[in-house]
């Protein structure tokens, strides 16, 4: 199953229609298991604010309102859809979703199993943990739901600006990005469209 990308999944949206995920192909997606009851409010509110400040640099949220803590989340799909207006939210919203446990949706086993936590496991702990997948759909990075919004904000803000290394098939492994202060020194170049980084820039990172 690792094997796999993010775009090769779908979900049912809270409106009843599957979507693709192929839909965002290039895109840096944020994932992450949602609440709307009580101080939940709060924390759908800076994902929205997150969503808007990237949503033009092929950035999105994909929400997935869960019951599985405390049942911080209606049961009924059409008080989901009102909370979720309440917030002004913007961003994709799927249909409530089992994060743990044997009815585990499909794709948050590939998130868990791609990007496990040393300690916790693959196991999520709570509402708002957070998964962020950069634009080759391979790399994930998992963030924990105790992690500052700031913090996430930086880390979207390092995603959305880095560049993908070239394969040279597509049977290779996929290039671990970096992300430290030489990356962010390094003048981009556009190829074919894409940006990346020749070898001599990947040395001078390294």
Known sequence: MNQMNAYNF???SIDGDTIQFSTYQ???LLI???ASKGLAMNDLQQLQLIYKQFESSNFTVLAFPCRQFLHQESKVPSKIRF???QAGIAFPVFTLTKVNGPNTHQFYRWLKEVA???GSGKTIEWNFTRF???RDGINVQRISPTASWEKVKKLVSEAVN???LPRSSSNDAPYQIPTNQGFQDIQQQQLDGNYNINEQQIDAIQ
Do not use: D, M
């Open 10 to 12: 779908s979900a049912v």
């Open 26 to 28: 290039g895109h840096v």
């Open 32 to 34: 992450v298991n949602t």
């Open 83 to 85: 909370r979720y207006q």
């Open 116 to 118: 496990p936590v040393t």
């Open 132 to 134: 962020l997948v950069l």
């Open 162 to 164: 880095i560049s993908l």
